[in-house]
Structure formats: structure tokens, C-alpha cells
């Protein structure tokens, strides 16, 4: 999964700052799955800055996140986004970019279904008791 340049609680959820976001980007992903964001917050914008790495990964952890890399962006890693987005805000030049990038952990509860069942189990979906 891929998250360029949020704004609003997107942008929130992404930086640990809105817990019922991050949940539902947590959930979207499958375990082992990684994602990937990047990021460029100036006190300007209204948002907290992008919070310490150990804030972040404290905050991923909680929705089975783990924080693998935290980091300023280069120029070819915000060029190969392609967001117009990016171009709009000059990320990496006018202002910061920071990239992000967390793996979707396997939750015990989903591990024992699976094993249990031999089904993975599925958002929204009735596990078995």
C-alpha cells in the first residue's frame, strides 16, 4: 500500500496523531504487507511535525504496525511518486519529505484462526468460537 503526500486525517492517521485512521489503514493491509508513505508537514499546515521515530513506532505498534523505516525522502524517491501533489507543494525542496515505511504484523488472534480453521480470517467477517 501506498499513501503519497495526505492531508487532513489521512494525514493525521499516517503520523500516529489520529488512532481510528491508522486503525483502518492497519486493516486494509494483510499481514506481511507493506506500506509505504510519504509525507511534508510545516507548522503552517496545522499539523503536528512528524513525531519521533520512536513516538511513530509506538503508535504503529498499537494497530500491529511495524515501523521499519522513518526518514527524510530524496528528490528520486519523491520524483518517482509522481504525485502532482508533491510538485504543487515542492516537497524536498520548499519544504521537507519524510518517507515512512511499516509492515502489517500478523496478530496472534488472526494466527490462532488460521491455524485453527486452516481460513484466514477476514475484517467484518464472523470468526469462528
Known amino acids: 500500500m501506498t499513501i503519497n503526500f495526505p492531508w487532513a486525517s489521512l494525514l493525521r492517521g499516517v503520523l500516529g496523531r489520529d488512532e481510528a485512521v491508522l486503525a483502518g489503514i492497519a486493516q486494509l493491509a494483510a499481514p506481511g504487507a507493506s506500506i509505504g508513505s510519504l509525507v511534508s508537514v510545516v507548522p503552517r499546515d496545522g499539523v503536528p511535525a512528524v513525531p519521533p521515530e520512536g513516538e511513530l513506532a509506538a503508535a504503529y505498534a498499537r494497530h500491529g504496525l511495524r515501523l521499519v523505516e522513518a526518514r527524510p525522502a530524496t528528490a528520486d524517491e519523491i520524483a518517482a511518486s509522481g ?7 515542492r516537497a524536498g525542496r520548499a519544504r521537507p519529505a519524510t518517507l515512512l515505511r511499516a509492515v502489517r504484523e500478523e496478530r496472534e488472534r488472526e494466527a490462532a484462526t488460521i491455524s485453527a480453521t486452516g481460513e484466514q480470517a477476514r475484517p467484518g467477517r464472523a470468526r469462528p468460537s
Open 83 to 89: 504525485s502532482s501533489w508533491a510538485k504543487r507543494l
